[in-house]
């Protein structure tokens, strides 16, 4: 159902191509007026935001719209009498919302920065299919995550403060606008445990080189780890959400 929203993947295409542009600008400029040797190099840097910004609907930003209605008109009920484990079910649901856009914008995003925008391809062989191992792993964190945020609407109602608080932290600490190797000596060490570096930055840095391809088991890793242990969170969440939800008429 999803992959039949061109006009809005369009529409996307052209909002993410324009911010694109402007994030590319100001790096050029921060990189022309430095003489301090950067951990990225520019063309790196530039591969990194075009990326960012083929991928962002795979970053894990906002909640599921649909369960925002049934949780907050009580068609929620009908979720439960289905003959499915619910969470896999709004993980599933999280699975098509995230890759569905995606693939609409992400192949037309890369045809346009690689031809006219500087985006290079792959660092090697190696770190393509490394890049494409840690996508993978990105995505089913993210789903991880954004399971929790549909989850957590069992008690909000409204999605407005998750709405507001969980972009600018996925955002940041996933390096969706600045590179995290970019980022003061002092964090370093807190951002790679993070789970959010495992959304975008550490695919990102394989692709163009910066992290080598040989590391990519400990990118996995991360990524399984962080995983494993949202799965487990959200469905202790999810097993107490509904053992305690009153929905009203019907």
Request: charged share 10%; glycine share 8%; net charge positive.
């Amino acid at each position: 159902m999803l992959l039949q929203y061109r006009a809005a993947a369009v529409a996307g295409f052209g909002t993410q191509l324009f911010w694109g542009l402007i994030m590319v600008m100001i790096y050029e400029a921060f990189y022309r007026s430095t003489t301090v040797r950067q951990p990225m190099e520019l063309g790196q840097v530039v591969t990194y935001v075009w990326l960012g910004q083929s991928f962002l609907a795979m970053l894990p930003w906002n909640v599921d719209s649909e369960i925002r209605g049934m949780v907050r008109q009580g068609a929620v009920a009908y979720e439960l009498l289905r003959p499915v484990d619910l969470f896999n079910l709004w993980y599933s649901r999280a699975v098509a919302t995230r890759t569905a856009p995606t693939l609409l914008r992400s192949a037309p995003m890369f045809i346009t920065a690689m031809l006219f925008f500087g985006m290079q391809p792959p660092d090697s062989i190696a770190s393509g299919f490394a890049w494409a191992a840690a996508m993978i792993g990105a995505l089913m964190l993210g789903c991880a995550i954004s399971t929790i945020l549909n989850i957590s609407l069992l008690w909000t109602i409204s999605s407005e403060g998750v709405s507001r608080i969980v972009p600018a932290l996925v955002l940041i600490f996933s390096g969706g606008i600045i590179p995290l190797p970019l980022f003061p000596d002092w964090a370093q060490q807190t951002l790679r445990v993070l789970p959010f570096a495992g959304l975008a930055d550490f695919p990102y840095r394989l692709y163009v080189g910066n992290i080598p391809p040989d590391r990519v088991l400990f990118v996995l890793a991360h990524q399984v780890a962080w995983t494993i242990a949202f799965v487990a969170l959200g469905r202790a969440i999810l097993s107490r959400g509904v053992r305690i939800m009153v929905v009203q008429g019907g």
